[in-house]
């Protein structure tokens, strides 16, 4: 079985309407994991240019989410996103002030849902502690010498052990640093851990 019970269980999916927009399991899947991984960067630039009123950015922020949640067979989701868009073009600000929060809230809880895609399964091998410290030291060198496709492999490698929370959650900071090449928050991030 391609997709694991697990998201079968997130009460937000459509998991047969999400495998039919993306055309396979396999390209949902991968999908559903990319929706996942930039949901925190995206979600922070929603937030942050509703705190700015800047309504021209923010239309075309809900309007990517409208698009990447419907695929992903997150109607609802796809829903307020799409209302609130129709508002950020009006300049409907008292849509968009009643409807971001909690947009925002619902956003990241199927983010937070997702989260089992940063951990590895469960019969996953241990990451020991030797290889742990060895793996984090190679992504604090591999920034420095800014190693696009070296450090991008060893991130994907460390997803198939079996991850504390912590260093899941460096991971996936750290792979949301690369999207954005930014190899020094990238070495600050992981540093901090060894």
């Given amino acids: 079985q391609i997709i694991p019970e697990w998201i079968?269980?997130?009460e937000e999916l459509d998991v047969p309407k999400g495998v039919s927009g993306c055309g396979s399991q396999e390209s949902f899947m991968s999908v559903l994991e990319v929706f996942h991984k930039t949901a925190g960067q995206k979600a922070?630039?929603?937030e942050r240019y509703f705190n700015e009123e800047d309504w021209e950015n923010y239309t075309v922020k809900?309007?990517?989410l409208k698009s990447s949640a419907a695929i992903i067979g997150a109607q609802e989701l796809s829903d307020r996103a799409k209302k609130l868009e129709a508002a950020g073009k009006e300049r409907d600000t008292a849509v968009i002030l009643e409807g971001t929060a909690s947009l925002l809230n619902d956003y990241r809880t199927l983010d937070a849902a997702l989260s089992r895609f940063d951990a590895g399964s469960a019969d996953a091998p241990e990451l020991s502690d030797?290889?742990?410290k060895d793996a984090f030291e190679t992504i604090v060198s591999l920034a420095e010498s800014m190693d696009?496709?070296?450090l991008e492999q060893l991130l994907r490698d460390l997803k198939g052990y079996r991850l504390t929370e912590g260093d899941a959650g460096i991971v996936r900071e750290a792979e949301e640093r690369l999207m954005q090449l930014d190899w020094d928050g990238i070495?600050?991030?992981v540093r901090s851990v060894i």
Avoid: K, N, S
């Fill in 148 to 150: 696009y496709g070296l």
């Fill in 130 to 132: 030797d290889m742990r």
């Fill in 62 to 64: 809900v309007h990517a």
């Fill in 44 to 46: 922070d630039e929603i």
């Fill in 8 to 10: 079968f269980a997130i």
């Fill in 187 to 189: 070495a600050e991030t």
